[in-house]
């Protein structure tokens, strides 16, 4: 069984700062691990994926992520935020056998202030 | 990228009905669907695995009589909410898994219910 943590329920930060949203996952199995956006009363959306290859993946919006194996982590950074990133966002692991079952973290809350 | 349909978006049903949200996979054919529930302002919860051509595989304290999925083809999934309550209202997520094997989920934009 897989299991993911979001370490912070909420992160405030004020508009150009850098931000970082952390994530740690346990798995017995290899996993796939993705970032979500979810903004209020919406579906969610794909940030950014690792599923093999270059642990420093890079997404939309100008997010980046890195895949640490060793630290089982996989925190989401951001050099520079914008107002318009105020939202949740989730962290998943997804096994990459048997089935796919993705499970999502409690999620993040990024308020960016002005 | 792919895209996942959801419908309806929105329902408001009366206590004690069933409801029925459709989720398809627009232009990829999705052998693996699951089905996800989230309550305000927390996460999502996993509910089932949608499996075309066979049963779906339900997680732990999930009611598979009162939520009744239905994966009859490699673009369809459904999932019934029978004898609706009040506390069923929530916010129903499908996704859909392309056969390419990324293991990568493609989400519907979700199908907010209101029992009344």
């Known amino acids: 069984a897989q299991s993911v943590t979001q370490l912070d329920s909420q992160v405030p930060v004020f508009e150009e700062a850098p931000v970082e949203l952390r994530c740690n996952y346990s798995s017995s199995v290899s996993v796939y691990l993705f970032w979500y956006v979810q903004y209020p009363n919406q579906g969610l959306q794909l940030l950014l994926k690792y599923l093999s290859g270059s642990t420093l993946v890079k997404g939309i919006n100008g997010f980046e992520a890195e895949f640490n194996k060793s630290q089982t982590s996989f925190h989401l950074r951001k050099p520079s935020v914008h107002i318009s990133d105020t939202a949740e966002y989730f962290c998943a692991v997804g096994r990459s056998t048997g089935g796919f079952k993705t499970i999502f973290g409690a999620g993040t809350r990024l308020f960016v202030k002005a | 990228g792919a895209v996942v349909s959801q419908h309806p978006s929105r329902v408001i049903c009366k206590s004690g009905t069933s409801v029925k949200i459709e989720c398809r996979s627009l232009d990829f054919q999705a052998t693996t669907m699951f089905w996800y529930r989230q309550f305000p302002k927390q996460s999502l919860m996993l509910m089932a695995t949608s499996n075309e051509g066979s049963k779906a595989t339900y997680e732990q304290g999930v009611e598979k009589d009162k939520f009744l999925i239905n994966h009859a083809s490699l673009t369809l999934s459904t999932l019934t909410v029978t004898s609706a309550h009040p506390e069923d209202s929530s916010f129903y997520i499908c996704?859909?898994?392309?056969?390419?094997?990324?293991?990568?989920?493609?989400f519907g934009e979700g199908s907010r219910l209101t029992v009344l």
């Open positions: 996704s859909a898994r392309d056969t390419l094997n990324t293991g990568e989920l493609f």
